[in-house]
């Protein structure tokens, strides 16, 4: 077993990533939360803190499951969870992954105002009309046409490959199968 | 009469063409034999005939193609006949039961200039009033992810700031396979079926609006005809060597072009962008096979426009030229070291089409095509051989002692002079490189306001004389450069693909002296050798020598766009697009000016492309922009791993394959976000996604 096996075996004897259980270990996974839902759009204090609390809710009920892992990880994932239920709820849809990154893409691109406020369940305007009014139609419907590569016959291609492939059939030791010098995909 | 004349330009272009090519070939040949055939023809003295003769068909067919040109314009001025006017009325270009895509393929380019460009034709198709029925398609084959990104970011600012006004798509593909051939082609298996036409266009590429709605007129006029090519005039470049060049291709250009036009026909030739094409006969006759054998010739079609022109003319469609159409634009390399780079991507694909050029069903006219192709690059080589031939010859001529007396002659024989049939030649061959270039300015003594707008006819002729000297400097330079690259691809090694360095950038001394060293150095071990062996060849010689002497110094000097701009504020190398600019440059020129919103990423060491990752409006549109496919266990592995090398080793540890794979997926993408937010130590984050 080389070295570099080995150091990466080392990992595993590592002490594992501290529990879940004291305000101090909680500190910083909230303060990473409110930094990562500012990146998203949230700026205001009340619908940050309702968030933030949402997300701390699933981020100790996965370390009651032991699916903790790495606590900064699993509480980034869960907010990202908790956005794509709501766009889910939002608009109904019955998850359809490119349905829900449009819209996702939608919202985090500044394309409906309000949304914030909105997820974080503080105002009862739905959204939905605005989400879908957004359109990332990147590219038109399919409408194909069928392009397969044209022959070329290069002149002189194997000729003397071909040549003999000739006498042969001449002479009736080959077949009439050979190959032409036609050029194909 | 009126039939007579038309069965004479129908049928009269091409025989005239090639008799007059032909006789001046042999002309030419015939003073050269008689100066060199005394007392029989050596081997050596063989091979000087035959690469003239080669070399002269180059010259004369260039030559006869300008004079055409100077005389098919001369006329049309005068009487007053243009060809098709752009400025036609072009209601009947008004779709609405087809569309039009104007396509651009990228690769790696500058996405500010990209997108800039593109804005600048839409509002000059808008100010025609007839942009309905255009679409706008951005083909992406971007492999840098950084680059990758922003082509995203300025696609969603410019389809927010349009709405639905003229669509504009944008994707990347997911393999760039058969480079951009393969791009073109898989935008017609996915949405050929929804344009009747697609005008390509290259990342440098400006069309004017009218020059667009006049190309959908004249496909609509004429059911057979596939394929119109807009001759581009090279605009927008600063440095003294791109305005120069800038400058030769406005007035010495279209004379070459008008030429070609006269004698190609309806079998004209495809230069890879800005030109319209029938969508469906380009897609049911133009896709192409790899050619058999390993690259360089075997392989994917390099320089793929040629060969789907003669694909299209093979299955009988026009293949047309419109040198009377002008609002076409391109941008050109701004150094010398610039340009050879260019050349030598270029070479190979047309080296390629040798194979091509005897291959079966091809109409003679895109032989020929082929075979300029090739020549283009060719020539270079064979000059090459030629000077050392010429060289050689000389130093045994000069080793030879005259003989006066023979046998019982009393009086002496002098030896027979042909200092006048090689004057001659000499002569000769430089009025067939320089006339065209005093054939355009007759043509601008001829029309006032062309003239007015070179700079005048007297700084017109003045940068005509500095533009010659200067190319005979070059020109040696660009046939060790040509050379070079030709030697390189027949000893079978390939080049990639690497993008254009579009943008005006100068030439250090370092890297002047990289690229011409070996020049200065070959120029003085030969100046050397042949004056102290062969004095008199080497004064005839010192042209060739100084251009390569001088190659470091001129690189560096022609680089400049100090020196670019000081010329045009002294009206030298003034072309019609700097005096008068027209509308869709202008716009250009502000599209660049305002400033594009940076992507909003955190500041810190890492690249740029991992920084935009964080931000969460980045990497929602890039997600979204991507196809959803199933998962499996495998990839998942793979980019857990992926992300975890980027996490531990850094950016520098992925292969740009690795990092367009970690790009590609979504599963990726949503573990790269993660991950990045998750870091024990976070960098500066970036600002809200919607702020």
Known sequence: MGSGVSDRLDVLDEPAPAAWSTTEDRAPVEQRVRLYLNALGVQDSQETEVLVRRVIERVEFRATLGQLGEPLEVAIEETHRLLDRWLVAELGLESDPDQISAARAAVLGGHVPGWTRRWAGLSEDSLTESIRAVRFQAVPEHAPLTMEPNPIRLCCHRLVRRLAARVLRWLGIRGRHHASAEVQA | MKRLSTIATRHLPRPLYFTLVLLTTVFCLSLLSSAIQDGGLSTLELVLLILYTILMLWISASFWTAAIGFLVL????????????????????????????????????????????????????????????????????????????????????????????????????????????????????????????????????????????????????????????????????????????????????????????????????????????????????????????????????????????????????????????????????????????????????????????????????????????????????????????????????????????????????????????????????????????????????????????????????????????????????????????????????????????????????????????????????????????????????????????LSVPVSILTSRTSLGLRLKEAGLFLTPAETEEPPVLRRLEERLTEPSPPIEAPVGERAFWTRAMMNPGVYALHDALLHDEPQTRRRRHILEGLALQLQDEGEDSLSLREKRALLSHRDGLHLLHTRLWAAPTLEAPPPPANG
């Open chain 2, 74 to 549: 001369a006329f049309q001025d005068r009487g007053g006949e243009g060809a098709e006017s752009a400025s036609e009325p072009t209601a009947s270009a008004e779709t609405g039961a087809f569309k039009t895509a104007l396509v651009m393929p990228v690769y790696n380019e500058d996405p500010e200039r990209v997108f800039a460009g593109l804005r600048a034709m839409f509002d000059s198709l808008v100010a025609t009033g007839h942009s309905d029925g255009f679409e706008f398609f951005v083909l992406s084959d971007t492999r840098e992810p950084d680059i990758w990104l922003q082509e995203e970011q300025h696609w969603r600012r410019w389809t927010e700031e349009l709405g639905d006004r003229v669509p504009l798509f944008y994707r990347n593909r997911v393999e760039n396979t058969a480079r951009k051939s393969g791009n073109l082609a898989d935008f017609c298996r996915d949405w050929g079926g929804r344009y009747r036409y697609m005008i390509v266009l290259d990342a440098d590429s400006i069309m004017s609006g009218e020059t667009l709605v006049e190309m959908v007129r004249r496909m609509e006029a004429d059911r057979r005809l596939a394929l119109i090519q807009v001759p581009p005039v090279p605009v927008n470049r600063s440095s003294f060597f791109a305005r120069m060049l800038q400058f030769a291709g406005s007035l010495y250009g279209r004379l070459f072009v008008a030429g070609l036009a006269f004698w190609q026909r309806d079998t004209a030739n495809f230069w890879g962008h800005n030109a319209i094409i029938r969508v469906r006969p380009f897609a049911d006759h133009c896709g192409l096979p790899k050619l058999p054998g390993r690259e360089p010739f075997g392989g994917d079609i390099l320089s793929h426009d040629f060969v789907e022109a003669a694909l299209l003319a093979r299955a009988g469609w026009k293949v047309r030229l419109a040198p009377d159409l002008g609002g076409s634009y391109e941008e050109i390399p701004p150094t010398l070291i610039d340009y050879a780079k260019r050349d030598r991507r270029w070479c190979q694909g047309n080296l390629q089409h040798a194979r091509l050029i005897l291959a079966q069903g091809f109409k003679p006219l895109s032989r020929l095509h082929f075979a300029m192709g090739v020549m283009s690059y060719a020539a270079s080589p064979l000059w090459l051989l030629f000077l050392i031939a010429t060289g050689v010859e000389a130093y045994f001529k000069s080793l030879q002692q005259p003989e006066y007396f023979f046998g019982y002659n009393v009086m002496p024989i002098w030896p027979e002079s042909y200092v006048v049939e090689m004057t001659t030649v000499l002569w000769v061959t430089l009025v067939l490189l320089f006339l065209p270039k005093i054939l355009a300015l007759v043509l601008l003594a001829l029309d006032r306001d062309e003239a007015r707008r070179f700079g005048g006819l007297l700084k017109a002729s003045l940068s005509v004389l500095i533009e010659s000297l200067l190319s005979v400097l070059l020109a040696p330079v660009l046939m060790l450069f040509q050379s070079k690259f030709v030697a390189a691809i027949l000893l079978r090694t390939s080049v990639g693909w690497p993008a254009q360095q579009r943008g005006d950038h100068q030439t250090g001394v370092l890297e002047a002296l990289g690229a011409h060293g070996v020049h200065t150095l070959i120029a003085f071990a030969v100046g050397y050798v042949a004056y102290v062996h062969v004095p008199d060849f080497f004064w005839w010689f010192t042209p060739v020598l100084a251009g390569l002497v």
